[in-house]
């Protein structure tokens, strides 16, 4: 008996993309829908037979595919769950682990193809990224930033002043000051808002993901 497949993508083409691959399968998976939105995800495990989902996590009308995957974790654990994201957001991979997905695949980067990605998270292994892609911010790397700096970059990102960055993470606000001013010395950007719109608009951070 073939695996039912569920794919959880906003976007056509990697939709269609994980569509021609389960049809490539030999048999081994067939799809049971393909949806646009996390939104209904949930919906659909109560009432087809789902055996994996590849699920994206930032989906364009909002909703979050890791909230979804947390959700159809705790009611039907029987149920394998594949991440499948292209944003090198390293708060993804915190997540993902502690919701308790099965495997984790980043779409243009990872060497192993997702049908084999599959395979093995069928069989009962979990396949996860040692890092993020790497991605560059200003003159320097993803690679090159600390964790406490991303904590304070993702604050930012999000328009909190430095008191509040200070209140979120336990520190002092001079702490904060420092970390931001290391943040613009390594990235060589002019400005903390440049600094945040970069961080944005690469995916090195997604707001609202916690």
């Not at 794919?7 to 067939?30: K, N, T």
């Not at 393909?34 to 930032?58: F, G, H, N, Q, R």
Request: glycine fraction near 6%; aromatic fraction near 8%; proline fraction near 5%.
């Amino acid at each position: 008996m073939p695996y039912n497949v569920l794919v959880v993508d906003d976007q056509i083409v990697p939709r269609q993309l994980f569509e021609s691959f389960i049809s490539a399968s030999g048999g081994r998976y067939q799809l049971t829908a393909s949806l646009d939105t996390a939104k209904i995800a949930y919906a659909w495990c109560a009432k087809e037979p789902v055996d994996l989902i590849l699920m994206d996590i930032v989906m364009n009308d909002g909703f979050n595919g890791l909230e979804a995957a947390e959700r159809i974790k705790k009611s039907f654990p029987h149920i394998k769950i594949i991440i499948v994201t292209s944003m090198p957001d390293a708060l993804f991979l915190t997540r993902a682990r502690e919701i308790g997905v099965d495997s984790f695949w980043y779409k243009e980067v990872q060497e192993e193809p997702i049908l084999e990605i599959m395979d093995r998270t069928m069989a009962g292994e979990q396949i996860w990224p040692d890092q993020p892609p790497v991605v560059s911010l200003g003159m320097t790397q993803n690679t090159e930033l600390t964790p406490r700096e991303l904590d304070v970059l993702r604050l930012l990102a999000e328009g909190l002043t430095d008191r509040e960055i200070a209140q979120r993470l336990f520190l002092s606000v001079t702490t904060v000051r420092y970390h931001v001013s290391n943040l613009t010395s390594k990235t060589g950007f002019s400005s903390r808002t440049e600094l945040a719109v970069q961080a944005v608009r690469t995916g090195l951070i997604i707001p609202g993901i916690e």
